[in-house]
Structure formats: structure tokens, C-alpha cells
């Protein structure tokens, strides 16, 4: 391919992958977003020297004025600084684009390229940014060295006011011969020192637990969890097919089941009113007391036979942590707190929520030990606490003491839970009274008319229910089941499984209820496999990158330590820890691959001559460098050898000062030499050899000038 559009796609390519993630985190605005994507399709036909003319070249200088001097104003006038400094960056990067002409604007691109990269570190966290990442880091080197080839084109040539040396530029950019596979090649391995680099600092340096750098505020806006949840909420998130949650079991199942109904516990309500579930205290949040780990006291012990997960959560909005039901101990990786080692700070309410701080919006990774403890929270109080009605709950009254019957609160609760399961029927159609309004309430037409509902119905029912019949309850948000990733080999929890139940106060403690029957028809159709290892792929890069912290520095250094030891140490410092059988496979992998790369630079760098005359000596351009070759080596003998950072036409001035009589064959075979070198213009016949005959009489020349 010719050198001049070789260098326009790669440089294209570059920045388009330097620039995607930002535009789609949504920290961009659309009129930005939409100016950015144009000026990459009118850069792609813009070409010189229509760009390179002087009024073309201001017009585009004024539009930056402009544009730098609105988002300052916006800037003073409280816009966020960092979303309007990337906005002129993406706008700045497609003009760049639009108005290149020189190996000076494909610098630039690059340099803009890659604060686009440094950009991306602050507003994305997910796997668009390790593939940009990548992607960056591949194609620099080659589109560093292109424009540098055409800098050094440019120097010699397009300021010669010869036009002859213009059109030899025409030439260079147009020549299929300039950039090889084996230069692009060689260029982009440059690539592997920079990973290897940056592998190493990121071990060293880890993020403390917040991720790459932080990002700009904005979680995923999450239904249900908020301090108030009005009836069908939940139902809006049923297509939802994000995964917010992922729990990776301590021990992979041999034989795990294809769908978990584990209940993730998230928010709990107290209060009813107009068909919305408030809580009556919404900020009484506590700091949850902790040494090492959080526990739940609940009295019953946490061994070592207890199942365990560890539980990845992406940022959403509110920081809610989800805790499986069953949980007994929860252990957060731990953080620098003025120059010591902590777990992370979790605060819980009165009904036994628990939240997290999430200032850098990368979510938060933590482990949590299943022992069969009940829902956390304190005993109700005797004469208020969970056990308000709306004023509208005569007839959920009666029909809750017709349902219930008499006996203890056990058995009038599991009474009222098998009576909404067999008379009611889920769905997740909507009612059309809902819009239209009227005088009745979503839940009267649920219990007496459609008697068809969600979960949400379900759970409202039945804590209402509980309420009229004197059990204290409370109704509560959080997700219903888990889907196993037999790639990942962890369960997925994806939005649409959020789910909502009872927790009644019985027999002295909190209790789970579920009223909601199954779901009628045909099970939902699972994840394909490729969105299976896309999803597996985020988890690794959550688990290894985002969430790369001290305590995974910490247990780095310590699997390094165990296999030093299981290798080198004596008998009684090994810690009986063996290294994976992958171990020296993939060490010596490592080694041979680093061997090759130091192998290809050392034959690139010293036998690039060799290789040259075995595999370009063909054609046309293989004889006029067999021919400049022999001109060279007759210049030495001479004295007149050029250095290597001279070019051909650069050295003929310098023949010419030093020695006038040899001056005109020297630069009538250079000239030759370009011209079939690079302009691909074939040679008379019996021209090169009267040109290696010109050669050889050199020396007789300079002695008889």
C-alpha cells in the first residue's frame, strides 16, 4: 500500500480507538459527540492542498478560538471542567484531522490521541478501555515512525524550490515501496517494551482500592433501591439484561445449577403510602462496627466449611451493598487509612441495610460467609415500629383475617404466603388502570379485580397482610436469582432479576417470606455463548484491574514467596505450597517469548542489510540499490563516505565541495537511483551497467581531474 494512505488509515484508526470510549461513557455531549464523528468523515476526504492553504488554515484556527472561549465560559458559569475539557479535546481531535497536511499535524494527532487515552482511565472502567488501551499502544509506534519518515520527506524535499524534488515527494508518498509488511511489523513490536513497562508499574503500584485514577461521578441509576419505591418500579427493569452483580463461589461446583435462586438483600421499607414504600428514616445511617471483618450477630458461628463468595458489584446508584441471605460475615478488601491497612467502611441502618462508599464510581469488590444467620436488624418496637396500614385497608383487613385463620404467628404467616401463591397468578403484564388512575389502588385491583401481579404486588400484599393480623413486617428490594457462567465459573446477576419479599418479625427474630409464585411459561432464553465470554472477560478485568488493590499486591507478593520457597527454600521454611503445573510451562513461554522479540530487534538493527540484499534485490528497485550500494562503497575508498543520518541528494553537496570532477556522476547516479528506487522508473537498456562503469572510473577521475 502506498505510504501516503498506509499513514492516513493507521493515524485514523489510532484515533478513532483512542477517542470511542470517551464518547461512549456519555460524559460527552451529543452535540459534541455528533461534531466529533463528522469531522472524522470530512477528515477521511480533506486532503492536500486544499488543506494546507493559508485562509483554510485560520478558519480552522478561529473555530478553536471560539470553541476554547465557550467552554471556558461554561466552565465559569459551573459546568463540570473535566466533561468540558474532554469535549474540546474530541472536537479539537476531529479538526486536527480534518486539517492535517504536514507530519506536524500527525504528531499532533497522536499527542491528542493519547490524552484521549488518559481520559478514558478517568471516565471508563470496563473492558472499551483495555481494548483502546491495547489498540493505542499497538499502533503508536508505527504511526510515530510514519510521520518521522515524513518529516525527514518533508525537510529535504518540499522546501526545495525545485520542482522536480516536489514531485520526488509526490513520489515517496505514492511509492508501494516505502512502508513494507516487515517495517509495520518490526514498528509495532516496539509495542511489547511499553506493555511490559506498564504491567510492571501497575503491579507496583496498585490503586488502593478505587480503581485506575477514579472517575467522574455517574453510576448506573438503579430502581428500587432509593428511599422510596412506588409500586411497579420493578417492573420497568424486567428486559434489563445488565449484569450488576457477579458472585464467584470460594469452591467451583463440579455440577452448578444453571440458575442460583439465591435472594441478594438490598433495601428494606417501612412506611406505605399512595402505593410508594418509604422509609420512615431514611438518612439513620450508622457506622458498622468492625475489627478486622463485619459480622452480623447473630450468635451463630462462621467456619470454615461455610459456603463463601466473593461478590463483585459495579457502581450503581444508590451504593447499596447486596448481601446474600444467609450472610454471617462480610470481609471488604482493605484500603491505606492514615498509613495503616483497614477494610473498608460500610454503613447500616435500623432495618439492616447496608450501603458503601463509592466515591470513585468503580463498584466494590468484598467476600461475604453464608452460615444461615436471619435477616439483620433490631427487635420492633411494641407499639408502632412496622406496623402502620394505609387508610384504604378495610378490605385487605378482612381478607387477611379470612385468610390467616387463628393459631400462632408461624402458622397464620405461612397460611397468608400459600393463599396469595395459590389464588394469585404472577405477571408481568401491566394494568391499565395504573395510567388511567381512579379511585381504587394498584393493590385493591391486584387482591379483588385483576388478581394478577409482579412480585412487588406479591410482597405488598403480604406485608400489609402480616400487619393487619398483628406481625410485624417490612417490605424488601433486592434481587431474586443468579444465572451460572459456565466460562467465568461464577454466577451472574443481571438487572432484570430484581425481585421484592417480606420479612416479618416472628417468634423473636426476622424471617423471609416470599409470597410471589413461580413465573407461568416458558423459561427465558439463556446468554449466548459470545456474550458469555464477554461477560467472563469483564469479570477478569474487574477482578484483576479495576479492583487491583494493596490486598491484591499483598497476596501477589505472597504466592511469589510461597513458590520461592516451594523451589528454593529448606524443608522447614516451605510452605507446602506447590505452583500450579502451568507454572514452568508458562515461564518458559515467557522467556522464549522475549528471547524472540530481543532476536527480530537485533536482526532488524544489524543484519538489516543482509536481509535487505536477499529480499529487496529484485526488479527494478533491487538493481538501482545494488547500484547506489557500489556507489558508496567506491566513495569510502575515495574519502568520501557518507555518514549515515545523510541522505543520498544531501550527500552530493558534499561531493561536490570536496571534489568538483567526481560531482556529475555522483548525482547523475544518485538522481538515477532515486528515480528507480522510489519512483519505480525502469532502466534503459545497457543503462545500469554504463553507470557501474561511470563508478568504477571514480578514482580515475579525481586523479586526473
Not at 109 to 137: K, N, P, Q
Not at 193 to 203: G, R
Not at 399 to 417: C, K, S, Y
Amino acid at each position: 500500500m502506498a505510504f501516503g494512505r498506509t499513514q492516513k488509515i493507521l493515524t485514523f484508526v489510532l484515533a478513532a480507538v483512542a477517542v470511542a470510549p470517551v464518547l461512549a461513557s456519555g460524559e460527552i455531549g451529543a452535540p459534541f459527540g455528533a461534531a466529533c464523528a463528522a469531522l472524522f468523515v470530512a477528515g477521511w476526504f480533506l486532503e492536500p492542498p486544499f488543506t494546507l492553504r493559508p485562509r483554510f488554515r485560520r478558519g480552522v484556527t478561529a473555530v478553536v478560538v471560539v470553541l476554547f472561549a465557550v467552554q471556558t465560559a461554561r466552565a465559569f458559569l459551573g459546568g463540570p471542567v473535566a466533561s468540558l475539557g474532554m469535549e474540546f479535546a474530541a472536537v479539537l481531535l476531529g479538526l486536527k484531522l480534518a486539517s492535517r497536511g504536514t507530519a506536524g499535524d500527525y504528531q499532533q494527532i497522536v499527542v491528542l490521541a493519547f490524552l484521549h487515552v488518559i481520559a478514558s482511565t478517568i471516565v471508563v472502567d470496563d473492558l472499551s478501555y483495555a481494548g483502546s488501551f491495547l489498540a493505542f499502544v499497538l499502533l503508536s509506534p508505527p504511526v510515530l515512525a510514519l510521520a518521522h519518515l515524513r518529516s525527514e520527506m518533508e525537510n529535504r524535499f518540499a522546501a526545495d524550490p525545485r520542482a522536480g524534488d516536489r514531485r520526488m515527494l509526490e513520489r515517496l508518498l505514492a511509492s508501494k515501496r516505502v512502508v513494507t509488511g516487515s517495517f509495520l511489523a518490526g514498528s509495532a513490536l516496539l509495542s511489547l517494551p511499553v506493555l511490559a513497562v506498564t504491567a510492571v508499574l501497575f503491579i507496583t503500584f496498585p490503586r488502593i482500592g478505587f480503581g485506575l485514577l477514579g472517575r467522574i461521578p455517574s453510576s448506573r441509576s438503579v430502581l428500587g433501591f432509593a428511599a422510596e419505591v412506588k409500586l411497579g418500579d420493578l417492573e420497568l427493569t424486567r428486559l434489563e439484561e445488565t449484569v450488576l452483580v457477579r458472585l464467584e463461589p470460594a469452591v467451583r461446583p463440579k455440577a452448578a445449577p444453571d440458575r442460583l435462586p439465591l435472594k441478594l438483600r438490598g433495601a428494606a421499607f417501612d412506611t406505605y403510602v399512595n402505593s410508594t414504600w418509604k422509609q420512615s428514616r431514611p438518612n439513620a445511617w450508622t457506622r458498622m462496627k468492625s475489627t478486622d471483618n463485619y459480622h452480623f450477630l447473630s450468635g451463630l458461628p462462621v467456619t470454615d466449611d461455610s459456603a463463601s463468595y466473593e461478590v463483585f458489584l459495579e457502581s450503581m446508584d444508590p451504593p447499596i451493598l447486596f448481601v446474600p441471605e444467609g450472610t454471617g460475615l462480610i470481609v471488604t478488601n482493605s484500603v491505606i487509612k492514615a498509613g495503616v491497612l483497614k477494610p473498608r467502611s460500610l454503613d447500616v441502618n435500623d432495618m439492616g441495610a447496608v450501603r458503601y462508599h463509592d466515591d470513585a464510581k468503580v463498584g466494590i469488590r468484598y467476600k461475604v460467609s453464608l452460615n444461615g444467620s436471619p435477616p439483620p436488624g433490631p427487635a420492633p418496637d411494641k407499639e408502632r415500629e412496622y406496623r402502620s396500614l394505609p387508610p384504604e385497608s378495610a378490605r385487605l383487613a378482612a381478607l387477611a383475617r379470612e385468610m390467616a385463620g387463628a393459631g400462632a404467628d408461624r402458622e397464620r404467616a405461612a397460611r397468608l404466603v400459600r393463599g396469595l401463591q395459590t389464588r394469585y397468578r404472577y405477571s408481568l403484564e401491566p394494568d391499565p388502570a395504573d395510567k388511567a388512575g381512579g379511585e381504587s389502588t394498584p393493590l385493591d385491583r391486584f387482591l379483588f379485580r385483576r388478581r394478577t401481579g409482579s412480585c412487588e404486588h406479591f410482597a405488598t400484599a403480604l406485608t400489609l397482610m402480616l400487619r393487619t393480623v398483628g406481625i410485624p413486617a417490612r417490605f424488601v428490594t433486592g434481587f431474586g436469582s443468579a444465572e451460572w457462567n459456565p466460562i467465568g465459573g461464577y454466577y451472574a446477576v443481571r438487572e432484570r432479576s430484581a425481585h421484592s419479599w417480606t420479612e416479618a418479625f416472628i417468634a423473636g427474630g426476622w424471617v423471609t417470606l416470599d409470597a410471589t409464585p413461580a413465573a407461568e411459561g416458558a423459561p427465558r432464553t439463556r446468554p449466548s455463548t459470545f456474550a458469555l465470554l464477554v461477560d467472563a472477560l469483564r469479570m477478569r478485568w474487574l477482578k484483576h484491574v479495576v479492583g487491583y488493590d494493596v490486598a491484591s499486591q499483598m497476596a501477589i507478593a505472597d504466592r511469589v514467596r510461597k513458590g520461592w520457597l516451594d523451589l528454593f527454600g529448606e524443608p522447614g521454611e516451605r510452605d507446602h505450597v506447590r505452583l500450579p503445573r502451568w507454572a514452568p510451562w508458562g515461564a518458559a513461554g515467557v522467556v522464549a517469548l522475549v528471547a524472540a522479540v530481543f532476536l527480530f530487534l537485533r536482526r532488524r538493527r544489524f543484519g538489516f542489510r543482509r536481509a535487505g540484499a536477499k529480499s529487496g534485490d529484485r526488479g527494478v528497485a533491487g538493481e538501482a540499490t545494488r547500484l547506489y550500494r557500489e556507489l558508496d562503497r567506491r566513495l569510502a575508498r575515495l574519502g568520501l563516505a557518507r555518514p549515515p543520518a545523510t541522505t543520498p541528494l544531501e550527500h552530493i553537496a558534499s561531493v561536490r565541495e570536496a571534489s568538483s570532477p567526481l560531482a556529475g556522476p555522483v548525482e547523475e547516479i544518485t538522481t538515477r537511483y532515486n528515480e528507480a528506487r522510489f519512483g519505480g522508473r525502469a532502466f534503459e537498456p545497457g543503462e545500469a551497467e554504463r553507470l557501474r562503469m561511470a563508478i568504477r572510473e571514480l578514482r580515475a577521475r579525481k586523479e586526473n581531474p
